[in-house]
């Protein structure tokens, strides 16, 4: 029974930490419940980088009911100074009876040593309980934290015969209008979204994120752009209070233009190394250190096919629409060698599917 309310107050808490989703980043999705003799006496969740963590604002809203409570927090709290003082030392100050957490924290300077820190102070402790729904909910933070490289989606959209455009290239629009609605609801999860250079030229999109549910969120664009051909009059330009603009380039490329573009807003990235394109694994590691802990990858299908040749691809959002488009020329999904064998073809795992309009969605892991 004790078990039973346990889980339910874990669950309240998830629904918390849920709203987090695309804010908190680069930190956990986190939320926290304090409850005293049955009663839910302090909740909270942690907002964004710099605000206090989830079970300070449940802490701070139970107030001296604190004192003697049940604690359920969805990760381990931390014991590290960081943008915030360390969590485990308010829970100490304040007492709780039991501490419940769901998840240990995948970070190394944390790991384990919540919990342990709490035991030494006589809170008892229990760990585990829901943690699954912890690894879906902070997959990003679980791969950016232990590999200091951001967890990478890619999104496309196809037809049934896997084409992503026709011969001429027309690709508007491939998927319906709700499903694209969708796209912009997903946009607003990850920090940037990402496409190469020919993608912008040919589409001039603005990548922002348009869905109500995403008021004031600034997501950082980035382009792969070898060569600097990025057009000064792009319309993306005019979205910058939207997000950044990053564009990452070769060292060779005009010092001119990129002061042009840096004149306009836009961050140039000039990557060390050299070489005849964007090394995506260089690009990768760089926004790993600068806090970029999630990208979307939209296209175009070069830029696919290299993220997905070079094993770079987390995640896939795959819209298929029920069109056959045909013909020889027209480019699919995938171009590059491809695999000789079916078993060396790159499989999805934990496959989730669902229909928008007419659309089928389909997820998966690699
Ligand atoms: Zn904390």
Not at 198 to 213: A, G
Request: aromatic share 8%; proline share 5%; glycine share 6%.
């Amino acid at each position: 029974m004790k078990n039973f309310k346990d889980i339910s107050y874990l669950q309240m808490a998830y629904s918390l930490a849920e709203k987090a989703k695309g804010w908190a980043s680069p930190n956990p999705y986190v939320g926290a419940v304090i409850v005293k003799r049955g009663i839910i006496v302090g909740y909270g969740y942690h907002e964004k980088p710099g605000k206090p963590h989830a079970e300070l604002v449940a802490l701070q809203m139970a107030g001296p009911l604190s004192r003697s409570s049940s604690a359920f927090i969805t990760l381990e709290p931390c014991v590290h100074w960081g943008r915030t003082p360390p969590c485990v030392e308010s829970l100490i100050q304040v007492r709780p009876k039991r501490v419940v957490i769901s998840a240990l924290d995948p970070n190394p300077l944390v790991f384990k040593k919540g919990v342990k820190r709490l035991r030494q102070a006589g809170i008892q402790v229990s760990s585990g309980l829901l943690e699954e729904k912890n690894k879906y909910l902070n997959e990003i933070y679980l791969k950016y934290i232990t590999k200091k490289l951001p967890f990478v989606a890619a999104k496309t959209a196809i037809s049934l015969d896997g084409k992503i455009a026709t011969k001429k290239f027309d690709s508007r629009w491939i998927s319906s209008r709700q499903t694209r609605e969708y796209v912009h609801l997903l946009r607003g999860e990850y920090d940037a979204i990402m496409v190469g250079i020919s993608t912008l030229i040919k589409d001039d999109p603005f990548l922002t994120v348009r869905h109500r549910n995403w008021k004031g969120k600034k997501t950082t664009r980035i382009i792969l752009d070898s060569r600097l051909r990025f057009p000064l009059n792009a319309r993306i330009i005019s979205t910058l209070s939207q997000g950044k603009i990053m564009i990452f380039t070769l060292k060779k490329a005009s010092r001119k233009k990129a002061e042009a573009l840096t004149k306009k807003g836009v961050d140039v990235v000039f990557l060390p190394r050299s070489s005849s394109k964007v090394d995506l694994q260089e690009v990768l590691a760089w926004l790993g250190r600068n806090e970029i802990a999630s990208v979307l990858v939209e296209g175009g299908s070069l830029l696919l096919t290299s993220m997905f040749e070079q094993k770079l691809v987390d995640k896939i959002f795959l819209t298929i629409s029920p069109k056959l488009i045909g013909g020889r020329e027209a480019p699919s999904i995938l171009q590059g060698d491809g695999a000789d064998c079916i078993k060396d073809s790159l499989v999805l795992k934990r496959i989730n599917s669902f229909q928008i309009d007419e659309d089928i969605i389909i997820e998966g892991y690699f």
